[in-house]
């Protein structure tokens, strides 16, 4: 009867830790709608999660495409279809691999840093010393966050975008031989502004993923230096994990 | 006034308070004295309602903390000043920036007006000069001043002292003390410090209470708490080694 305790205590803590994930969101949507925003932080955080992620954002969107031309060229190729390289390029990269990529690319370096830096606060008793100033830490450490990351996420997903369609560009037109006007024409016929919508709101929705997770375990981090740790690791891993699937399901819903 | 009335706080199972009653009057200042690791600190973080209590109750000024949510207690928040053990400095703030944070939040003071206020602050904590440092460019005893000045700079109505003297020089350490002592006469806040440096605050407060395994063991004025010689509130002023308590 041992492993039926194990799997109800398992079970029972696990969904105390989703409703603690549950209730910190809530709580964060409720303070942003009835506080005033504090713009200053805002813009901070929009330089920190946005401003400084561009860089490798559009190293990794110019790779992506490349790559993408190389395989798809040689894909198509095999029925004749190389006509339809700027096409398969496009939507790929507008609805699905822009917003993925990019956000896995940002919580990596941004999302793994606002875990530790608020982390290192709570542990150091600075979130503790906000509260007994009387001013609410999620106006101030959380809520700055989650405006900057739903703001910043579809901006550098865009991004990622328009350079991954010039590298395939560049493999497609500059190194394969295929016409300039092909590659762009047939992007026009097919590309919808339906998907690039597709593709923005999956980016809001992953910054709205990446900023809550990464504030959570931030704000609930324990012990000392391992518990910074512990929290960043799992912050990445919960984050990256969560895109894939909501990638899934958000997805499927407008398939 | 703070009254804290049965007050009892478990942590994963371990009883750390068991049923702890204080008063400090209004105006009045207490010393809480006790080992390391006893539960001093979670009992000054109960009075901020920072910590909920598995049972009992912590009042302020007849106002149990614990039944305060939303704005009631920001509003009751706004009385306290807090000093903690670490500073707990904004690390991203200057000293200057640290100091003026409260007052630039809470206050409508102007930006001229909240300068002189900070510069007034660090001149008596003798950091003057140092207001563009960060925190991580300080000496301890320097992050323990600053710290001390921005719990001062709201005029707070009730302090809380979290060892403010651990870790410093004797000098530094007494310069403190004698701060608190000056502030509290200046501002008349009632306050409870947390301190291993019992002799030293004989001289400042009107009370000294000793937690001993999660209980008040002693209580009572300085002189009257010698008076009454308790076995454990002896060791510790002594520092005995030996005695009622192994404390290895």
New interface residues.
Partial sequence: MNWIRTLGRYTLTGLQQLGRYGLFLFTTLIWTFSSPLKVGRVIEQMSFIGVKSTLIVMLTGAFTGMVLGLQGFYALSKFGGESMLGPTVALSLVREIGPVISALMITGRAGSALTSEIG??RI???I??L??????PYRYLVIPNVVAAVLSFPLLGAMFDVLGIWGGYVVGVKLLGLSSGTYFGEMTVYLSSKDVFHGIYKSLSFGLIVAWICCYKGFTTEFGAKGVSKATTQAVVICSVLILVWDYFITSVSF | MIEIKNLYKNFNGTPVLKGINLNVPNGGLLALIGRSGIGKSVLL?HV?G?IKPDQGTVLINGVDINDLRGKQ???I??Q???L???G????SFTVYDNVS??LR??TKLRESQIRERVLHELEHMGLKNDGHKYPAELSGGMRKRAALARALA?DPSIMLFDEPTTGLDPIIGQTILDYIQQCHQRLKFTGIIVTHEVTKVFNIVQQIAMIHSGEIIAQGSPEGIQAQHNPIFDQFVRGDTTGPVQYI
């Avoid at chain 1, 509260?131 to 609410?136: D, T």
Wanted: net charge negative; charged share 30%.
């Fill in positions: 290192i606060m150091t008793e600075q503790d010393a509260e007994v100033m009387a001013l609410n | 973080k901020v920072l207690l920001v509003e928040r706004k306290f000043g807090f903690f053990q670490g707990a400095l904004f690390d944070f409260p939040e809470k709201m």
